[in-house]
């Protein structure tokens, strides 16, 4: 198989559990994982956007993996996702202090996918 559209199956696999813990329960999934308390409708609506927004991107890049004409787009749609979400989370580094080491773990492979996302990107050709 292809290695840009393997990376974007496991990137999908990847982000899975990650959206659906900020969405299907985030009273109790938010709470146990960093101590977060979400008690408003309106927390839970927009833990839930995010969730939505999630799990948009992962069946984008599952369709790149399954459609050769949206590998490049939906290779594009990662970085530009992961380094975004690095982005905010060095920002918040330099403004906020640390959080929670989980975080630093999710910043850490945002930044590592959006550099794999970036190499494959300019690979010349697809990989076998």
Known sequence: MDQRKLFLI??????????LSYGVSP??????????????????????????????LVGFWIAGALFEQLTVPALWS???????????????LALDGFPNWLLLVYLGLELAFGAIGFRL???NSPSK
């Open 10 to 19: 496991v990137a999908a696999v990847g982000l899975t559990p990650i959206a």
């Open 27 to 56: 009273a109790s999934s938010l709470q146990y994982l960093f101590g977060i308390s979400v008690e408003s409708t309106e927390l839970t609506h927009i833990f839930r956007a995010i969730m939505g927004l999630y799990l948009a």
């Open 78 to 92: 990662l970085i530009v996702f992961m380094f975004g979400l690095a982005a905010g989370r060095v920002l918040s």
């Open 121 to 123: 990107l300019r690979s």
